[in-house]
């Protein structure tokens, strides 16, 4: 059987950010609550110039080739963060880019779930055109609101993965499993730029369907916890994850492992369909336990709920694929203070009678939103 898997991963985040302790001070509240409570340290910021196409292209461009461009026939956004209720994410993002115009662009939704479907279909798709490459992105906001229970595991960003045969850095094992149920424990009507949660049991559930879920894996792979080098989890924050984990009895390998797939996550937030795959390039980057033919776990979870389990093999030579220096492009962030923070995550695009928005304020990042004019979002490319 063809060898299908991720061949290249690429990560972009807005250029601020906000350190959780500076918001625990804000909010009267014991920065414990919040790097211990949560396991997290500060939270990406976007600013309304950025968005999930700006954040997608950016991510994409960053891995992507002329030979990429060439070959890739679609382009998967997975998001639960949309600017529009008809048009695709993707089909920015195909133009941004300059991909070969012969290609299918989709954006899917299902909360923080939508880019595991993504990253199967796009698998399916090569085993029957092994020549072709499919791009997929996972790009969100996470806002919940000043002042609002989920306001310090907010962040953004997005992560994107070039799908092809024979991979370079891992292959995608035929084993998923999923489930879905009809819960209200997270989501956003239409009329509310915020979501509703039922955070207690949200969480409640994401552990639940871990463990059904992982029993139900068991029984049709006959593999075990054992069987794995490591375990990635969709990462809303850290300790939820690390909850999680420890619902399936990890051995102290796991834990160990998990402490190296969240660092990154700790470090920007919860991006909804990107913290799985940011969680696994975390581990992949700043591991130097694994190696190749090591098979890794991963747990993808959308509230409301739809979840799916699936592994991948490690490949020879996966680490000359990967940035070794992520941590130090992350430090360079601009740190922002409370007001910044707030001025900027918070702000709104007004538009005139005729959907005319004023011009934006200037943002030399590589795409960029310009303004609204008559309704249509105008994208920069610099």
């Known amino acids: 059987m063809i060898k299908i898997g991720i061949d290249k991963m690429g990560l972009a985040l807005p250029n601020y950010v906000l350190d959780l302790k500076e918001l625990a001070k804000a909010r009267n509240t014991d920065p414990d609550k919040y790097t211990i409570g949560l396991m997290q340290k500060a939270m990406a910021i976007a600013p309304v110039t950025q968005d999930i196409v700006t954040l997608g292209a950016e991510a994409a461009a960053q891995i992507l080739t002329d030979e990429d461009k060439a070959a890739i026939d679609m382009v998967i956004v997975g998001t639960e963060t949309g600017i529009d209720q008809s048009k695709a994410a993707a089909v920015y993002i195909h133009g941004l880019l300059g991909i070969q115009p012969y290609a299918r662009a989709i954006e899917l939704k299902e909360a923080c779930y939508s880019a595991a479907a993504g990253l199967e279909f796009a698998r399916n798709h090569i085993a029957n055109r092994p020549e072709s490459k499919v791009l997929v992105i996972a790009s969100d906001i996470a806002k919940y609101g000043l002042h609002s229970g989920g306001e310090p595991t907010q962040g953004a960003g997005a992560v994107a993965m070039l799908v092809s045969a024979n991979p370079s850095i891992l292959e995608l094992n035929w084993d998923n499993v999923y489930q879905t149920r009809d819960v209200m424990d997270f989501w956003r009507p239409n009329y509310s730029p915020y979501p509703e949660v039922d955070g207690r049991f ?25 069987d794995f080098a490591a375990v990635c989890l969709h990462i809303p924050f850290a300790k939820q994850g690390l909850k999680g984990l420890r619902s399936l009895k990890p051995s102290e390998k796991h834990e160990e492992r998990f402490l190296e797939a969240i660092v990154y996550n700790q470090e920007v937030g919860n991006i909804y369909t990107g913290s799985l795959f940011l969680s696994l390039l975390s581990l992949l980057e700043q591991s130097n336990n694994l190696s190749a033919g090591d098979e890794i776990l991963l747990y993808s979870y959308g509230s409301g709920a739809v979840c799916e389990l699936f592994s991948a093999r490690l490949v020879d030579g996966y680490r000359n694929h990967l940035n070794p220096n992520r ?32 011009e934006l304020h200037p943002d030399d990042s590589r795409f960029a939103l310009q303004g609204i004019e008559n309704h249509k979002r105008i994208y920069r490319k610099n």
């Open 202 to 226: 949200s969480t409640e559930q994401y552990t639940d369907c871990l463990q059904t879920t992982f029993e139900y894996y068991q029984q049709q792979t006959g593999k075990t916890l054992d």
């Open 327 to 358: 941590l130090e492009e992350l430090a360079k962030r601009q740190t922002l203070s409370i007001t910044d923070y707030e001025a900027l995550f918070f702000e709104t695009i007004s538009l005139d009678e005729k959907g005319n928005s004023p």
